[in-house]
T-cell receptor, first 116, second 114 residues
Framework: DQQVKQNSPSLSVQEGRISILNCDYT??????FLWYKKYPAEGPTFLIS?????DKNEDGRFTVFLNKSAKHLSLHIVPSQPGDSAVYFC???????????????FGQGTILTVHP | NAGVTQTPKFRILKIGQSMTLQCTQD?????MYWYRQDPGMGLKLIYY???????DKGEVPNGYNVSRSTTEDFPLRLELAAPSQTSVYFC?????????????FGPGTRLTVL
């Protein structure tokens, strides 16, 4: 039972254009969402997060949008750069009851390729 | 700060062998985690710890054991290795709740069981 899904295994965009990565979740208890970026042979690194009390969070070129009614979030990268080429993971956790201990449920990842 | 370090980087085991994957963090984080990533899949939580002496199972704990005797170290033990344990293993640590979520990951250990 995949509670967090990234249905696009890969995405290819031109440098300077917008990259949009999508993520869907099924567990209504999730109330905090994160995006991680992963280069080959390295561990994931934290990119940006959003709480369920917000619908948008922005950090430089990266913006995450949350649509709770659709149980959908997206990561926008504008403008895209070749150095953004990596695997992007969506992750979710639940703070309800204070017992999540930060445990994350990850999606399968989307490989982003930004062409010069 | 070295952050989260993992050893070894690579290992090949024969079926039935045992090994310990080492994980150390120097950020004084109480929360630590072990994940595995299979090809084309997301990371799955194996075990986690909320402090020295306190550990609990994650989503896929079968075939693994952990211990947490210090804040810094969180080793993962594989007993009787099986081909299904071929994967990349990541250790992570984080600050305590209520500052949720951002986990710092090590570079991973690539394990092959033949």
């Amino acid at each position: 039972d995949q509670q967090v899904k990234q249905n696009s295994p890969s995405l290819s965009v031109q440098e300077g254009r917008i990259s949009i990565l999508n993520c869907d979740y099924t567990n209504s208890m999730f109330d905090y969402f994160l995006w991680y970026k992963k280069y080959p042979a390295e561990g994931p690194t934290f990119l940006i997060s959003i709480s369920s009390i917000k619908d948008k969070n922005e950090d430089g070129r990266f913006t995450v949008f949350l649509n709770k009614s659709a149980k959908h979030l997206s990561l926008h990268i504008v403008p895209s750069q070749p150095g953004d080429s990596a695997v992007y993971f969506c992750a979710a956790t639940s703070n309800a009851g204070g017992t999540s201990y930060g445990k994350l449920t990850f999606g399968q990842g989307t490989i982003l390729t930004v062409h010069p | 700060n070295a952050g989260v370090t993992q050893t070894p980087k690579f290992r090949i085991l024969k079926i039935g062998q045992s090994m310990t994957l080492q994980c150390t963090q120097d950020m004084n984080h109480n929360y630590m985690y072990w994940y595995r990533q299979d090809p084309g899949m997301g990371l799955k939580l194996i075990y986690y710890s909320v402090g020295a002496g306190i550990t609990d199972k994650g989503e896929v704990p079968n075939g693994y054991n952990v211990s947490r005797s210090t804040t810094e170290d969180f080793p993962l033990r594989l007993e009787l290795a099986a081909p299904s344990q071929t994967s990349v293993y990541f250790c992570a640590s984080s600050y305590e709740i209520p500052v949720v979520g951002e986990q710092f990951f090590g570079p991973g250990t690539r394990l092959t069981v033949l």
